[in-house]
């Protein structure tokens, strides 16, 4: 399995995908709110996408996906599908997955957003989850190896009694959307593909309260825990330097060494 390692030109355009990503979970912020639907908020995405940025909204239509935006709402894990039936309330919690399509380039990045007055115990795993996220950038460099990145995560969420998402990953990423390497978030230290500078790739752990068990509902895209317990999500596109990493999805609000 050959991985392919990215120019310098070709990381600046994933940089410029990269940042529109961004930008459009900072364009959305002000609209997660207690009594908005997950489908207005797709509809500003897409509306931003298309008329500010003149870019495609990767999601729609790929593999039959209509929408632009994932909205994964408390229980649901990954890929919930915007509705104007699902509408936020007070004390939800909710990732908003995006990927922007910009020259050919994808760049692809979701955060949690707290609606309302949250409860501790939820605002402790998004807390968690987007740690175990800056833990595993921070061991990316070339030398290092996939299994470190999962190993990082899997011990950071397992040290706060929470379990790791193993039926979905991140991946590699580029002019193709999922592409090789799979990038697991459990895993071996020392194990594993070995990081090259040039590599990009996204990681993007699921971190549930209770077990790491899913059910996929029968619309064909909506992921739950199995056990109705709260699960989060953070993901970001990055690119392996000579000098360790680039985040190509950072937001204004963060700051990578
Ligand atoms: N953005 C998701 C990921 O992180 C994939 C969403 S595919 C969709 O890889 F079709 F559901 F939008
Ligand atoms: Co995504
Ligand atoms: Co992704």
């Known amino acids: ?21 961004a930008e459009v979970l900072d364009v959305v912020t002000p609209f997660v709110v207690p009594g908005a639907s997950t489908e207005e908020l797709d509809k500003i995405c897409f509306k931003h996408i298309t008329e500010v940025q003149k870019a495609v909204p990767a999601n729609v239509g790929y593999r039959g996906y209509e929408k ?21 309330k007070d004390g939800d ?21 707290l609606v ?22 921070e061991v990316v460099r070339p030398g290092a190896r996939l299994g470190d990145i999962g190993a990082v995560i899997q011990q950071h969420a ?13 991946h590699g ?3 193709v959307y999922h592409d090789e390497p799979q990038v697991l978030h459990y895993g071996k230290f020392g194990t594993g593909l070995e990081l090259k500078a040039g590599m990009c790739f996204t990681i993007e752990p699921m971190i549930n309260q209770g077990k790491k068990h899913t059910k996929l509902l029968s619309d064909g895209w909506t992921v739950e ?33």
Not at 117 to 135: A, M
Request: charged letters at 20%; proline letters at 2%.
């Open 116 to 137: 309302g007055k949250t409860q501790p115990h939820n605002e402790r795993l998004v807390k968690v989850t987007q740690e175990c996220l800056y833990k595993a950038i």
């Open 173 to 175: 990423i580029g002019k």
């Open 1 to 21: 399995m050959a991985i392919n390692l990215k120019s310098q030109q070709e990381i600046d355009c994933m940089r410029t995908a990269g940042q529109l990503a």
């Open 93 to 113: 919690i909710i990732n908003i997955d995006v990927t922007v399509l910009k020259d050919g380039w994808h760049g692809d990045t979701s955060k949690m957003f």
């Open 158 to 170: 397992e040290q706060n009694h929470y379990s790791v998402v193993e039926d979905y990953c991140g």
């Open 68 to 88: 632009t935006i994932c909205a994964s709402v408390n229980q649901v894990i990954c890929h919930g599908i915007p509705s104007p039936n699902k509408i936020l």
């Open 225 to 257: 825990t199995k056990d109705g317990r709260n699960s989060a999500q953070w993901e970001h596109t990055i690119a392996v330097t000579e000098q360790g990493f680039e985040v190509l999805t950072q937001r204004s609000e963060e700051n990578f060494a």
